[in-house]
């Protein structure tokens, strides 16, 4: 631990204080020790303007450096700055990256990360992506990072858990549990931790999740991964915030195809057209990051009965129902309800409600 982290960790409590300007003083200064005793003036000398360094004084007059290391015991919270050896790698090297990162739970330097990003509301097509392709990504190594917003991120980490691999969620907000938001999932962020995974935030402990956060928030999610997958989103997305953000760090963007009439599949067609790679397995996105699929070969030994095999194409594009199945491959509907049994005791597919039949893998 740094000596002079409570000096960090209290500028970080000063809002006025933004990125850019918490960098200046750290470029001027010697030690942030310095610039906590140093006048208005001396601050305004780092190129801060002269009312944000009056600001900044006003509001360090009211905090207590020393009580911040024990604010973090409290809340069970950890601190990481810039400076730290232990501060994740890629995130380094963002336009204005956090000088604190706040975390709970398990922080290392990951070998790849891939950010899983989307629609809140997402479709069950949405939801079945998300986590067929989270399964098998976290399962070849992939650390996957999302934002634990309701929809495609909680999916994301879900499937994580649910399959005992780390995932990273960053935050709006404070990492105090009153200020995990949404409030809905403050049980799966407990789980993450749990799991070995991390939270992140660059707020400190009491910030509440305001609507301005969450912008900043995804160049976060963006920055710290080696790609970013979106796996459904309308024109209109903060899932495309972190999409563009990660093309503007110079990492890949993946985008899955979905149908030109669903709303929530708009803004992943529009990023395909800009150049995403398409997704359309996992394999894409293993191919996209250099990493190499041990699975691939079974896959492709995999031997079906042509039934099984027909239905299991079938299935790969959406969610269909026994009539459905029947209709499109001209089979008997006795044949279908057998040959789904059969496919469900092999664990290739599984029933979505709603009468609906999708392939897990």
């Known amino acids: 631990m740094q000596s002079d982290l409570k000096f960090w960790l209290a500028f970080s409590e000063i809002k006025t204080l933004n990125p850019k ?93 891939l950010a899983i990003v989307g629609s809140r509301k997402m479709s069950l097509y949405g939801k079945q992506t998300t986590r067929s392709l989270t399964k098998t990504l976290c399962q070849h190594g992939i650390t996957i990072v999302s934002g634990l917003a309701l929809g495609v991120d909680a999916e994301a980490h879900t499937a994580c858990v649910e399959n005992n691999q780390r995932t990273i969620a960053v935050l709006g907000s404070g990492l105090d549990t009153q200020n995990i938001y949404p409030s809905h999932n403050r049980y799966l962020a407990e789980q993450i931790v749990k799991n070995k995974g991390c939270l992140f935030s660059e707020y400190p402990i009491g910030t509440p999740p305001l609507k301005h956060h969450f912008p900043a928030r995804n160049r976060i999610i963006a920055g710290i991964s080696h790609g970013t997958l979106v796996t459904e989103a309308a024109e209109r997305s903060g899932a495309l915030i972190t999409a563009f953000q990660a093309l503007e760090q110079n990492r890949e963007v993946f985008a899955v195809p979905g149908t030109i009439q669903a709303p929530t ?15 359309t397995q996992a394999a894409d996105v293993l191919d996209g990051m250099n990493i190499t699929s041990p699975a691939k070969n079974t896959v492709t030994q995999l031997s079906l009965p042509a039934q099984e095999q027909a239905i299991i194409n079938a299935l790969s594009d959406k969610p269909l129902t026994v009539s459905e199945l029947a209709q499109e491959l001209t089979l008997a509907t006795k044949t279908i309800t057998a040959t789904l049994s059969s496919l469900e005791i092999k664990n290739l597919v599984r029933h979505a409600g709603g009468g609906k039949y999708i392939h897990t893998n």
């Open 21 to 113: 300007r918490f960098h200046q003083l750290i470029a001027h200064f010697d030690t942030l020790e310095q610039a906590w005793t140093a006048t208005a003036v001396q601050i305004a000398k780092s190129g801060i303007a002269e009312k944000a360094a009056q600001e900044i004084v006003l509001r360090r007059s009211q905090i207590d450096p020393d009580a911040m290391i024990t604010k973090l015991v409290q809340h069970r919270v950890q601190a990481v700055t810039i400076n730290d050896d232990t501060y994740p790698r890629l995130l380094k090297h963002i336009h204005e990256p956090p000088p604190v990162l706040y975390f709970k739970g398990t922080l290392k330097q990951d070998e790849h990360l």
């Open 265 to 279: 599949s708009k803004g992943c067609n529009m990023l395909i057209k800009k150049g995403a790679h398409v997704v």
